[in-house]
């Protein structure tokens, strides 16, 4: 009996931990080829001492990043990242843009307070490209709007 219990308690507890997108980072960036790169609020302050407000643009409103990058990882680890992003289930987010495309999965979702984002995911899932990356911020919708302005601007050239 003590034997199912403990069993169904893992299980449970295994379901729970499953769909955190804090838990993905924990199980990926010690293997093997994964790239993972954190870069903390104390950087991202020291960062901002040494750039004029006109540079930095959204990145001053940036508190923290993580990147974690499986490319050069084999097919099996990125197979098995593919699975866990899958059954992604944060509930404290909302997902902004959804792309399901030949194998490949991409999802924009952000956790918002009074509108202005305060946690940004970016997902990427599939057979040459996995990755995740969240930024922490207050980031507001003008500055993303500001942003892509810019970046049209750059490709495009300004009108």
């Known amino acids: 009996m003590r034997k199912n219990i403990l069993i169904l ?5 295994s379901q729970l931990f499953a769909g955190n997108i804090k838990s993905i ?6 293997i093997d080829n994964a790239e993972y790169v954190s870069v903390s ?8 001492m040494f750039s004029s ?3 930095m643009g959204i990145a001053s409103r940036i508190r923290s990043v993580k990147v974690l990058d499986l490319e050069n ?11 866990r992003i899958a059954n992604l289930n944060d509930k404290d987010f909302e997902t902004l843009v959804s792309v399901k495309d030949e194998g490949d999965d991409v999802r924009i979702m952000v956790k918002e307070h009074k509108d202005i984002i305060k946690e940004l995911v970016i997902v990427c899932g599939g057979v040459e490209d996995c990755a995740l990356i969240y930024i922490k911020g207050n980031i507001r919708p003008e500055d993303i709007n ?10 495009y050239g300004s009108k």
């Open 9 to 13: 308690l893992l299980a449970i507890q």
């Open 25 to 30: 980072f924990w199980e990926f960036r010690d």
């Open 41 to 48: 609020p104390f950087l991202m302050m020291l960062g901002r």
């Open 53 to 55: 407000d006109e540079d």
């Open 73 to 83: 990882c084999s097919s099996k680890i990125k197979e098995k990242f593919c699975k």
């Open 146 to 155: 500001k942003l892509v302005e810019d970046e049209t601007d750059k490709i």
